[in-house]
């Protein structure tokens, strides 16, 4: 098969000069090469001489299949000495196709051909690709030749190594071909991506036929490309086509389809279609409930959305607590507070400590907003114990201080807030310390703390020294402003003046 490849290549050479396999390698070049030129030190016969060279070397290709390797790297060098480097490169990557055990030393030859332009950057490339080619490890490297090109933009290099990697690794053909599809399709080349795209297509038909056991996942495929190409009314019949092929056995099929009609919005006709799936054997029913719910949802049908909720979370344990604050959280903001409280409360055993936590202090939340303010306080009081609770012996950080102070307050209990304000305080201040970077942050906390503790000079003297560090930041201004106002008589003015 190789020698046949090699052979036809060959004599493509004499018949079109390179032309068919630049146009794949150079396609999008990922530089612009210089013109043609002559070697500086050639005269006219000697070009002449070298054009005559060229076509021998091109006939012994043709007509002595075995020899063109050593003929192949002849016509490079002779492409070099006629000033046409973008064919010698041509030449070598064709090397590195049908010669893959040489592929280091052809990407070396390119790395000199790339140095010689002045081009170190693709020369360094190639180089590193030929080092990779002689070490085990060379995927790894590669790959992370690829993901640097991402993060740099690169799609001109990137195209190129696909398009490569497509006619080198042919079992992995199908992957490059999505990735230069999607590249294109990136670049806003939408006509050539979809030529890739139906490619692929026709590649999967070609595969489902060879493997009729997994028809089904090819026809998925061919769905989900369809899709992504724009094509919905192709997308349908191939989502039709699985629903057929599955039939009575599964809903994987119809929760695809429905999925798709979803997307499109047309939730009437994907609502039908999760409600048969319901029926059928191996559907994870707790993710079809809550995608009906969420269609529901869409609609505007929020009883509809909590009765599917509720069926979801009917399988209990961890997931149905899980969803059953999910159904909590919808009824409060339906304003439906105290149908919210009964199913946060009946929930609450099914949780772990901090989730009982959170719960409780959603509770003591909604219960303010009901004017409920001793029961708020005695959830807040119930919150504040259980993140106790749960810390044990261990040391409360920044955010958890900040948090068990809040509830203190909120629970009444102003002398316990006051103790773990006066452990923010030395905690603020010795981050401070360790993390002078964040300077500004840390006088802000203190500023804002001393105001709460109703401290104000101390609180003014923070939120300068804030504004002294940073003088172009209007915070520490406005709060200036703010403290003068409402607590001091002596400066309000000047300082409305200055802000």
């Given at each position: 098969?190789?020698?046949?490849?090699?052979?036809?290549?060959?004599?493509?050479?004499?018949?079109?000069?390179?032309?068919?396999?630049?146009?794949?390698?150079?396609?999008?070049?990922?530089?612009?090469f210089?013109?043609?030129?002559?070697?500086?030190?050639?005269?006219?016969?000697?070009?002449?001489e070298?054009?005559?060279?060229?076509?021998?070397?091109?006939?012994?290709?043709?007509?002595?299949?075995?020899?063109?390797?050593?003929?192949?790297?002849?016509?490079?060098?002779?492409?070099l000495?006629?000033?046409?480097?973008?064919?010698?490169?041509?030449?070598?990557?064709?090397?590195?196709?049908?010669?893959?055990?040489?592929?280091?030393?052809y990407?070396?030859?390119?790395?000199?051909i790339?140095?010689?332009?002045?081009?170190?950057?693709?020369?360094?490339?190639?180089?590193?690709?030929?080092?990779?080619?002689?070490?085990?490890?060379?995927?790894?490297?590669?790959?992370?030749?690829?993901?640097?090109?991402?993060?740099?933009?690169?799609?001109?290099?990137?195209l190129?190594?696909?398009?490569?990697?497509?006619?080198?690794?042919?079992?992995s053909?199908?992957?490059?071909?999505?990735?230069?599809?999607?590249?294109?399709?990136?670049?806003?080349?939408?006509?050539?991506a979809?030529?890739y795209?139906r490619?692929?297509?026709?590649?999967?038909?070609?595969?489902?036929?060879?493997?009729?056991?997994?028809?089904?996942?090819?026809?998925?495929?061919?769905?989900?490309?369809?899709?992504?190409?724009?094509?919905?009314?192709?997308?349908?019949?191939?989502?039709?086509?699985?629903?057929?092929?599955?039939?009575?056995?599964?809903g994987?099929?119809?929760?695809?389809?429905?999925?798709?009609?979803?997307?499109?919005?047309?939730?009437?006709?994907?609502?039908?279609?999760?409600?048969?799936?319901?029926?059928?054997?191996?559907v994870?029913?707790?993710?079809?409930r809550?995608?009906?719910?969420?269609?529901?949802?869409?609609?505007?049908?929020?009883?509809?959305?909590?009765?599917?909720?509720?069926?979801?979370?009917?399988?209990?344990?961890?997931?149905?607590?899980?969803?059953?604050l999910?159904?909590?959280?919808?009824?409060?903001?339906?304003?439906?507070?105290?149908?919210?409280?009964?199913?946060?409360?009946?929930?609450?055993?099914?949780?772990d400590?901090?989730q009982?936590?959170?719960?409780?202090e959603?509770?003591?939340?909604?219960?303010?907003?009901?004017?409920?303010?001793?029961?708020?306080?005695?959830?807040?009081?119930k919150?504040h114990?259980?993140?106790?609770?749960?810390?044990?012996?261990?040391?409360?950080?920044?955010?958890?201080?900040?948090?068990?102070?809040?509830?203190?307050?909120?629970?009444?209990?102003?002398?316990k807030?006051?103790?773990?304000?006066?452990?923010?305080?030395?905690?603020?201040?010795?981050?401070?310390?360790?993390?002078?970077?964040?300077?500004?942050?840390?006088?802000?906390k203190?500023?804002?703390?001393?105001?709460?503790?109703?401290?104000?000079?101390?609180?003014a003297?923070?939120?300068?020294?804030?504004?002294?560090?940073?003088?172009?930041?209007?915070?520490?201004h406005?709060?200036?402003?703010?403290?003068?106002?409402?607590?001091?008589?002596?400066?309000?003015?000047?300082?409305?003046?200055?802000?």
């Open positions: 098969m190789e020698s046949k490849l090699k052979k036809v290549f060959n004599l493509v050479l004499l018949s079109f000069p390179l032309v068919a396999i630049q146009a794949f390698f150079l396609a999008i070049p990922p530089v612009a210089p013109s043609p030129s002559p070697s500086p030190h050639s005269t006219p016969s000697n070009r002449a070298i054009r005559r060279e060229i076509i021998r070397a091109k006939l012994k290709m043709a007509h002595n299949p075995g020899s063109a390797a050593s003929n192949r790297s002849r016509l490079a060098k002779l492409y000495k006629a000033g046409e480097p973008e064919k010698a490169i041509t030449l070598y990557r064709y090397g590195i196709i049908v010669e893959s055990d040489r592929a280091s030393n990407h070396r030859k390119i790395g000199d790339y140095k010689r332009m002045g081009r170190e950057d693709l020369a360094g490339i190639e180089y590193n690709l030929a080092e990779s080619g002689r070490k085990p490890g060379s995927g790894r490297r590669l790959n992370r030749q690829i993901q640097k090109w991402e993060e740099e933009g690169r799609d001109d290099l990137l190129q190594q696909y398009l490569f990697l497509l006619w080198t690794k042919r079992e053909r199908n992957v490059y071909i999505r990735k230069i599809a999607r590249l294109l399709a990136e670049r806003g080349d939408k006509t050539e979809d030529r795209y490619w692929l297509i026709k590649i999967y038909r070609q595969q489902a036929g060879e493997k009729p056991e997994r028809t089904l996942d090819y026809t998925y495929w061919i769905a989900d490309i369809y899709e992504g190409i724009g094509d919905m009314a192709s997308a349908e019949r191939e989502y039709d086509r699985a629903i057929e092929i599955e039939g009575e056995s599964g994987r099929a119809l929760i695809k389809k429905a999925a798709f009609l979803a997307s499109l919005e047309e939730r009437d006709r994907a609502l039908e279609l999760y409600q048969r799936a319901e029926m059928r054997d191996g994870d029913l707790v993710r079809l809550l995608k009906v719910a969420d269609l529901l949802k869409d609609k505007g049908d929020i009883p509809g959305s909590l009765l599917w909720m509720e069926k979801a979370a009917a399988v209990g344990g961890e997931e149905g607590a899980r969803i059953k999910d159904i909590a959280q919808s009824h409060a903001w339906n304003d439906q507070p105290e149908e919210a409280l009964a199913v946060y409360r009946e929930t609450l055993e099914l949780l400590l901090r009982r936590a959170r719960v409780m959603k509770i003591g939340r909604i219960l303010t907003d009901l004017d409920r303010n001793e029961e708020a306080a005695r959830a807040y009081k919150a114990d259980l993140w106790r609770e749960d810390l044990g012996e261990e040391v409360a950080d920044e955010s958890l201080l900040e948090r068990l102070a809040e509830l203190a307050e909120k629970a009444g209990e102003s002398d807030a006051g103790e773990y304000y006066d452990e923010l305080l030395i905690v603020y201040r010795d981050r401070m310390e360790e993390e002078p970077e964040r300077s500004t942050y840390y006088h802000r203190l500023g804002d703390l001393y105001r709460l503790l109703e401290r104000y000079d101390e609180a003297a923070h939120y300068r020294i804030w504004s002294r560090i940073n003088p172009s930041d209007p915070d520490p406005y709060r200036l402003y703010r403290l003068y106002r409402d607590y001091f008589e002596i400066g309000r003015a000047s300082c409305r003046e200055r802000v």
